[in-house]
């Protein structure tokens, strides 16, 4: 088990390091869960109950709307992943986590994470910063998606995680990008070339 926690561990030791005994503390409550490729984490509609941390695999959150799917999100290895809106307000899920691929993830929930919170100080600044982080990662992308061209947000997200991002399906990184699949293509073809 310690092997499938050592890099949330890094990870929350990059936002805000823990003592030891509130790191055992917060450990013990972690799950480590394994999945397929096309299962979901949550699904529109849901309360979600889970933050996740993926030690391998990637995910993509998206959302039905007149039949038509909206994909706004990816998330990769080590990235965290939740239905954030409904972790927080314990209102169902405006979106749907699908897995990519198969993954690994270390996941808490909601009630032993508030108790985390409620125990220890430097774990609610933890979650503090976390949330934090969350919002500025969204707020890049808003801005992201308004102030830069379609070929730039997708160099931004071949930074990230280039292997995973040839293997998206055209539809849905098209959703991503807010293009038609026809462009993604001229741009996959032209980053291609150099």
């Known amino acids: ?3 499938h926690l050592q890099k949330i561990k890094q990870a929350i030791q990059q936002i805000s390091p823990l003592p030891q005994d ?13 999945y ?10 849901q309360v979600e109950n889970f933050i996740y941390f993926l030690n391998s695999g990637a995910t993509r959150n998206y959302f039905l709307h007149d039949g038509k799917e909206f994909t706004v999100d ?15 307000t314990r209102e169902p899920s405006s979106v749907t986590i699908e897995l990519l691929e198969d993954t690994e993830a270390v996941a808490i929930s909601h009630a032993d994470l508030q108790n ?5 100080h430097n774990g609610e600044r933890t979650g503090r910063l976390i949330a934090e982080y969350q919002y500025t990662k969204r707020l890049r992308k808003e801005m992201d998606l308004l102030s830069l061209t379609a070929e730039e947000r997708y160099a931004n997200l071949m930074q990230r995680n280039p292997r995973l991002v040839q293997e998206i399906s055209v539809k849905h990184l098209s959703s991503f990008l807010g293009i038609q699949p ?3 293509s001229r741009i996959r073809k032209a980053f291609a070339r150099n």
């Open 1 to 3: 088990m310690i092997i």
């Open 182 to 184: 026809e462009s993604l």
């Open 36 to 45: 397929k490729k096309g299962a979901f984490l949550i699904s529109q509609g």
């Open 74 to 88: 990816f998330q990769f290895e080590c990235d965290f992943v939740t239905a954030y809106y409904s972790f927080i």
């Open 116 to 120: 985390f919170y409620r125990s220890f």
């Open 22 to 34: 509130e790191w055992e503390a917060f450990s013990s409550k972690l799950i480590v869960k394994h």
